[in-house]
């Protein structure tokens, strides 16, 4: 089976750091992903991991270890606009399943 | 087309009708995805499209759920019988395995209200 789990939600003080924690069971691994979905608009891609290790983009990192079934989504120099949910997504190998977390409310305060 | 179309926007329905939503996915990608998303959650994978084939139909909930894709463009997700706990906004994505990520593409979904 698969199984995938985020905090329900964070808050976190503007121009500070943020990390956004995921873990997750899967019968066949190929990727995790991060997206961001603002309040009543669709999920868009942020980030991509399918070897271990730091991918760095801008203000967003994600961090992989498939060992440990774990990823992490780092938000640095937080906005008023980062808040958001982000989305943990993983998928399979063979047919490109992708199966989401529940998903982690950032909310951002001055 | 530039992004992923979804029809129709909003959809209010009485318990018992059929509903069909509709995904225009991006040109060229041939792999298409339906998800619900109930009010405050997240994602809920219902069925996913490589070319006009349904590898996982797994997370379809009931056999009132439908979906088929035809000339590995257009998809339709068919609802028989709505019940009020299908009121969700139903998102569909696609994406290009070819080359890339293959990270998915979303509509803007159907909202769907069931009274």
């Known amino acids: 089976g698969q199984n995938i789990d985020q905090p329900t939600e964070m808050t976190a003080t503007e121009g500070a750091i943020v990390q956004i924690n995921c873990t997750y069971q899967?019968?066949?691994?190929?990727?995790l992903f991060w997206y961001q979905q603002h309040a009543g608009e669709a999920p868009t891609f942020l980030s991509y991991?399918?070897?271990?290790g730091l991918e760095e983009k801008g203000r967003f990192s994600s961090f992989l270890s498939r060992s440990k079934g774990y990823s992490y989504l780092l938000l640095k120099e937080l906005q008023m606009k980062d808040s958001a949910s982000y989305l943990c997504?993983?998928?399979?190998?063979?047919?490109?399943?992708?199966?989401f977390g529940a998903g982690t409310r950032l909310f951002v305060k001055a | 087309g530039a992004g992923v179309s979804q029809s129709p926007s909003n959809k209010v329905t009485e318990k018992g009708k059929d509903v069909e939503l509709r995904c225009d996915p991006i040109?060229?990608?041939?792999?298409l995805y339906w998800y619900r998303q109930r009010l405050g959650q997240g994602l809920e994978f219902l069925i996913y499209?490589?070319?006009?084939?349904?590898?996982?139909k797994s997370g379809l909930p009931s056999d009132r759920f439908s979906a088929e894709r035809t000339g590995e463009s257009v998809s339709t997700l068919t609802i028989q019988r709505t019940q009020q706990e299908d009121s969700a906004v139903y998102l569909c994505?696609?994406?290009?395995?070819?080359?890339?990520?293959?990270?998915?593409?979303f509509g803007e979904g159907s909202r769907l209200t069931v009274l």
């Open positions: 994505a696609s994406s290009d395995r070819t080359s890339g990520l293959g990270e998915l593409f």
């Open positions: 997504a993983v998928r399979n190998t063979g047919g490109f399943k992708t199966i």
């Open positions: 991991n399918v070897l271990d």
């Open positions: 040109s060229g990608h041939t792999a």
């Open positions: 899967t019968s066949g691994f190929n990727g």
């Open positions: 499209f490589q070319g006009n084939s349904a590898p996982d």
